[in-house]
């Protein structure tokens, strides 16, 4: 089986980075699906290669020596692929999702990370130094990093050809990311 075929991304969604890859421990891996056919994003779980994606909901707390599950809420992440990209699919379980913090209204705003969003970290090298970073709030605006190693940090980098929209229901917020493999480099 190709290398692309057996993508798999960590998932550093409230993972514990350390300072060096040899003090890392792996919390948890999310294994990409291929998608027979490809999402439209639109910010809506309801395509067919989200029903039959493998379900990630295991997260842990961020920043702390002996990271412990986090159980008091409940989030679910799907990944699947296809010849042009790699998807990802949340869903964000809220029990008053009127009180959302919405402020960013415009992609690549520097305080994103201070409405109510998901952080996902992808790294294509499975090394644990660098990754690329994509946080969404439930308005589907998209702020991005790059970290090449533990020297350099790109904040003000921005990702060609990402694709996102997210939506609000009664119960949850549900969003949907497209991101090219030319990102990565071609790196799966």
Sequence with gaps: MSKRKQIV??????????ASAANMRELTFQVAMP???????????????????TVHSDYYEYLVPNPRRVTNTK?????????????????NWEDQPEKLRQNCKKNNQD???????GEIFYDP????IGY??????????VDTAWRMDGAN??????CGGLSCAAKVFSDRWEVELFIPWSVFHNRP
């Design 9 to 18: 991304s960590i998932l550093a969604l409230g993972a514990c980075f350390c």
């Design 35 to 53: 998608a027979k056919e490809s999402p439209v994003i639109d910010g809506v779980l309801d395509d067919a290669c989200w029903k039959s994606a």
């Design 75 to 91: 989030t679910d992440c799907m990944i699947v692929y296809d010849a042009k990209g790699v998807y990802t699919g949340i869903r």
């Design 111 to 117: 305080s994103i990370w201070t409405d109510d969003c």
């Design 125 to 128: 090298d499975a090394a644990g």
């Design 132 to 141: 690329y970073k994509f946080i969404v709030n439930s308005l589907g605006k």
């Design 153 to 158: 940090m790109h904040e003000d980098w921005t």
